[in-house]
């Protein structure tokens, strides 16, 4: 009976041994969970990168797309002629818009000067300068004349921009091709997407060249 007994029960050496074991597996299946967690936060940090990416290349290929003119250009920022919102044929403080890449906040911005809608025809009109080319020729200057003015308005088009670069050919104001790079995330989850835009309603037949300057000739 003592020997039944006996094999009934654990060795000290058995205990040990499968203790072992099962603190093994629990290693395992814990370090498998973590890598798979790893994993799925990396997907979804990859594909929020890449959702951004995408919706900041079509708000910048938009804005591209309807502008007038480039009137300057760095290689993070440039000035646009947006529209010609009153129908004169010139180039209005109101329809310029700033487009900038800062890698500081991680923000692409689309700064414009827009009054109030309650302002008087006769306020605006005194406000609402007309600018020639010389006037908008510098993005220094010109993120000076919005970013400085009491009815700047800024829109933020992306957010957590690593980098930004722009380039335009041929040289503003003759430009009619803009191209873009664009990182979005950090890490490994950074995304980087290179895309141009062309502008559809371009004026470059207006812009003549008058002694050093360029100048916007008169609509026919």
Request: proline letters at 2%; hydrophobic letters at 45%; charged letters at 15%.
């Amino acid at each position: 009976m003592s020997r039944i007994r006996n094999r009934l029960g654990f060795t000290l050496m058995e205990m040990t041994i499968a203790m072992t074991i099962t603190a093994m597996i629990g290693l395992s299946v814990a370090g498998v969970s973590m890598v798979l967690g790893d994993a799925t936060e990396y997907g979804e940090n990859f594909y929020q990168s890449v959702q951004t990416a995408r919706n900041v290349v079509m708000k910048i290929q938009k804005t591209i797309r309807s502008a007038k003119l480039v009137t300057a250009s760095s290689s993070t920022a440039m000035v646009l002629w947006a529209d010609d919102t009153n129908g004169d044929g010139q180039i209005n403080l109101s329809e310029t818009v700033l487009l900038s890449c800062d890698t500081t906040s991680g923000q692409i911005r689309l700064n414009r000067v827009v009054f109030p809608a309650t302002m008087s025809a006769q306020t605006r009109a005194a406000l609402d300068v007309t600018k020639t080319l010389a006037d908008l020729a510098s993005v220094n200057t010109v993120t000076s004349l919005i970013t400085g003015n009491a009815y700047n308005t800024t829109t933020v088009l992306a957010t957590d921009v690593a980098a930004g670069q722009f380039g335009v050919w041929p040289t503003a104001p003759l430009s009619h091709l803009v191209r873009f790079q664009l990182t979005v995330g950090t890490g490994d989850s950074a995304v980087t997407l290179r895309s141009a835009a062309a502008t559809r309603a371009g004026l470059t037949s207006r812009v003549q060249m008058a002694g050093n300057v360029y100048v916007l000739t008169a609509p026919n």
